[in-house]
């Protein structure tokens, strides 16, 4: 889930799915020769990152994979890792991939997009001010049963945080938000309208992990993440 408020402040919510078995680390400095500056979420296996931000330069970017008809033997499949941390150093793929299917979503100064590649072709949407979710399809998809069940909950409540009262003001901003994250948890983690989840029942092997937040605003970058306690359980 993405907020972008009028005043250009952007507010992300993002749940990683993935296989349990491939390790991963932390936010964290891990590029620290090839990318100086960079926080994020690191993939042992391939070196890149799900998620990963510059508050120098407040660009963040967010990696979800989408279905694609790529035609390349699976040796020749590069890691789709490398497209957040050369996006975060301000270089977004452009041209013929030779990765699967991905949705990339962009944050910097200039505004946020999405940079959707199908295997056959790179395409882009700008997200405009408002409240937006994005899964495995387009932006806003009401075909994606979670979008269709949960976006009109969180519109709704960012139009309640734009009135907020003094108190309300002083609870961090994601509480709201990771609330409503926990009540989707009711649902059956392989019903299609769950956010948390797993994709095994699709013949997928990926399960919600981990959730993160992350603001950029004029300001910089600031950014936290949450281990579920085990995978697709909210404890």
């Known amino acids: 889930m993405i907020n972008i408020a009028e005043d250009g402040v952007a507010r992300l919510l993002a749940v990683r799915d993935e296989n349990p078995a491939r390790e ?59 497209l957040v941390l050369e996006s975060v150093a301000g270089r977004s793929p452009e041209g013929s991939q030779r990765v699967h299917g991905f949705n990339l979503l962009e944050v910097n100064p200039a505004g946020a997009r999405v940079i959707s590649w199908n295997g056959e072709t790179l395409s882009e949407t700008p997200v405009s001010a408002g409240t937006h979710m994005i899964a495995h399809d387009d932006l806003d998809d009401p075909r994606t049963p979670r979008i269709a069940h949960w976006l009109p909950r969180f519109r709704e ?59 950029v605003s004029s300001h910089g970058v600031t950014m936290r993440d949450h281990e579920l306690p085990a995978p697709g359980c909210w404890g």
């Open 24 to 82: 991963w680390d932390a936010l964290g400095e891990w590029w620290p020769e090839s990318y100086p500056n960079v926080v994020g979420i690191r993939d042992r296996r391939a070196g890149g990152a799900w998620l990963a931000a510059d508050a120098s330069t407040r660009r963040l970017a967010v990696l979800l994979n989408r279905a694609d008809t790529l035609g390349l033997p699976e040796a020749e499949v590069r890691s789709r890792g490398a």
């Open 157 to 215: 409540m960012a139009a309640a945080a734009a009135t907020n009262t003094p108190d309300a003001a002083a609870t961090p901003w994601w509480t709201p938000w990771v609330d409503l994250l926990a009540e989707s948890t009711a649902l059956s983690i392989d019903d299609d309208r769950a956010i948390i989840r797993d994709n095994r029942t699709l013949g997928y092997s990926t399960v919600s992990l981990l959730y993160a937040v992350a603001e």
